[in-house]
């Protein structure tokens, strides 16, 4: 599964380097396009020529050494990578990679890189176990890194304990696991028709004044791309938003919950996904004025009546629909989600903390819980195109297993 996969090898300062040579030369043949790039620690055990030697290609380690002027090498890179992993990944390298240090290639072509990094930590016992070393580990996590655990055994400082660089065998194993799940994903919604709803609804006062919330539609947007990147037909039902519709997705644009109502309903018996991460309003003024309200004298008084609730309409009418409701919520989350799971006959309520850093509205990122019949999954703050990927791969888990009872 390497094979044909172009991998960006960061080798940083450790004696485990030597193991980095025999990794570049079974990734290489095993088929895999390998660059290497150094620190200068890591060029005190090993020499690049070494790396040039077996990935057959040239061996970066200065970010101001642009062998080509047509391009930027450590932009070019982060372009090139399909996957970086960082092997041996010692506890400095770690450090910065959390903290947004980018002092030298490898730290800031990681941080212009969008590929998934893969890091194979090395280093004595007592520092892998420092709280400085977890917490960063942690940290990475959370930014969505993959971590080859390392082994147990002698190090070559003299300790006997866990910090030794995992095998290449073992590296190149991981690797395959993942590109092969890689290319399942892809095909995840394969044939299915997914809906999803994103974004605020406006509930118009007068012709110039309405009710809204603060949803981008961000969350909604991320999770028509990953729909779509896994194959599926996506109908994306969204109200006001500056997102970007993705390619390849079929856009209806509403804007009172009313609209998004009725326009779920056209689409919702062919479905077999129903996304409903848009913000409805649960509320909306009795009157709408025909003409502009004029300001007078005194309070101005607006009554408002409840929307339909759309994801409980659906609850109601559903068949064979797969139902994914959100939840945004300031505490009590998990208790919230699984009374919205069962009031509204869902399949699944996503929840997440509005107020926790990383979450919410207008954020790149998301951590949510997702609440179905079976259990609750917590996830680590995720892009949203990644937390959506997951949403998806749970709820086709959740198909399948329900398809497998019905048979049996
Ligand atoms: N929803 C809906 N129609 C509405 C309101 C909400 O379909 N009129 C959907 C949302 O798209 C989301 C879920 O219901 O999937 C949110 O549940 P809801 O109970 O409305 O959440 P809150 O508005 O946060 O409600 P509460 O005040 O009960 O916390």
Redo the contacts with the bound molecule.
């Keep these: 599964m390497v094979r044909g996969k172009k991998i960006l090898l960061c080798v940083s300062g450790g004696i485990a380097v030597y193991k980095a040579a025999a990794l570049t030369s079974k990734l290489v043949q095993s088929g895999a396009e390998v660059k290497v790039m150094m620190t200068e620690s890591a060029q005190k055990f090993v020499t690049p020529l070494t790396f040039q030697a077996l990935s057959r290609q040239d061996v970066y380690w200065d970010t101001f050494d642009e062998k080509d002027s047509s391009k930027i090498a450590h932009i070019d890179l982060a372009d090139w990578a399909d996957l970086v992993l960082v092997a041996p990944a010692t506890a400095n390298m770690i450090g910065k990679l959390a903290n947004g240090i980018a002092d030298d290639m490898i730290s800031t072509t990681i941080m212009a890189s969008t590929a998934t990094v893969w890091i194979a930590p090395a280093m004595n016992v007592h520092m892998y176990d420092h709280p400085a070393v977890k917490k960063n580990i942690n940290t990475l996590f959370d930014f969505g890194y993959r971590f080859v655990e390392p082994s147990e055994g002698y190090l070559a400082c003299g300790y006997v304990g866990k910090g030794r660089l995992e095998e290449p065998e073992r590296i190149i194993q991981l690797l395959d696991l993942h590109f092969s799940k890689k290319t399942n994903i892809e095909t995840l919604l394969k044939g299915k028709k997914v809906v999803i ?1 994103a974004g605020p609804t406006r509930e118009m006062v007068d012709p110039v004044r309405f009710f809204s919330n603060r949803s981008t539609g961000k969350m909604g947007f991320a999770l028509a791309e990953a729909a779509s990147e896994l194959g599926a037909h996506v109908t994306l039902i969204s109200g006001p938003s500056h997102e970007t519709i993705p390619t390849g997705v079929e856009f209806i644009s509403v804007n009172s ?1 009313e609209e998004m109502y009725q326009q779920v309903h056209s689409v919702f018996k062919e479905a077999d996904i129903v996304v ?3 913000a ?1 309003a ?1 509320y909306r003024p009795i009157e709408v004025f025909e003409n502009k309200l004029k300001k007078k004298d005194g309070n101005l008084v607006i009554e408002f009546e409840r ?5 409980m309409s659906l609850g109601e009418l559903k068949e064979h629909q797969y139902l994914i ?4 919520e300031t505490t009590n989350v998990e208790e ?1 989600a699984k009374a ?1 799971l069962e009031k ?1 006959r869902a399949d699944m309520i996503v929840s997440n903390n509005v107020k926790e850093e990383g979450s919410g509205f207008g954020t790149d990122t998301n951590r949510v819980l997702i609440v179905t019949k079976d259990g609750s999954i917590n996830l680590p703050v995720l892009p949203k195109v990644e937390v959506s990927k997951e949403i998806f791969k749970e709820a086709i888990n959740q198909m399948k297993r329900a398809n497998q009872d019905e048979r049996s």
């Design positions: 709803t919950a409903k991460s848009a409805v649960d929307t339909k609730d759309i994801l409701g959100f939840a945004a919230y919205k509204k």
